[in-house]
Nanobody, 124 residues
Framework: QVQLVESGGGLVQAGGSLRLSCAASGRTFSVDLMGWFRQASGKDREFVAGITWIGGRTDYADSVKGRFTISRDNARNTVYLQMNSLKPEDTAVYYC?????????????????WGQGTQVTVSS
């Protein structure tokens, strides 16, 4: 099993920044890539960004390109999501997820492991 623990959420004003962290533990060798998803109240969970452990390939949702940056620290088994120029529409619970394939996908159902989520609230 793989355990994922997110941290770093909070309340920020529009235009501000936050950095989320996701620490992985357990059988992390079985995970090829990590993704960040978010779910706003009353909406479906949506893909935000993904990164492979090997090679560091990345992909982003169009809505966050140029504002969010995903990165990883292999030695710490930790993935980060740097969020800049935050907007009220970025308000959501943010989840990190692990996939047993190196192909980055926006389909949440293809990720086997999930964290508990961390709330991000952007005020206008």
């Amino acid at each position: 099993q793989v355990q994922l623990v997110e941290s770093g959420g909070g309340l920020v004003q529009a235009g501000g920044s936050l950095r989320l962290s996701c620490a992985a533990s357990g059988r992390t060798f079985s995970v090829d890539l990590m993704g960040w998803f978010r779910q706003a109240s009353g909406k479906d969970r949506e893909f935000v960004a993904g990164i492979t452990w090997i090679g560091g390939r990345t992909d982003y949702a169009d809505s966050v390109k140029g504002r969010f940056t995903i990165s990883r620290d292999n030695a710490r088994n930790t993935v980060y999501l740097q969020m800049n120029s935050l907007k009220p529409e970025d308000t959501a619970v943010y989840y990190c997820a692990g996939r047993r394939s190196p192909v980055i996908t926006a389909s949440a159902g293809l990720y086997a492991y999930w964290g508990q989520g961390t709330q991000v609230t952007v005020s206008s």
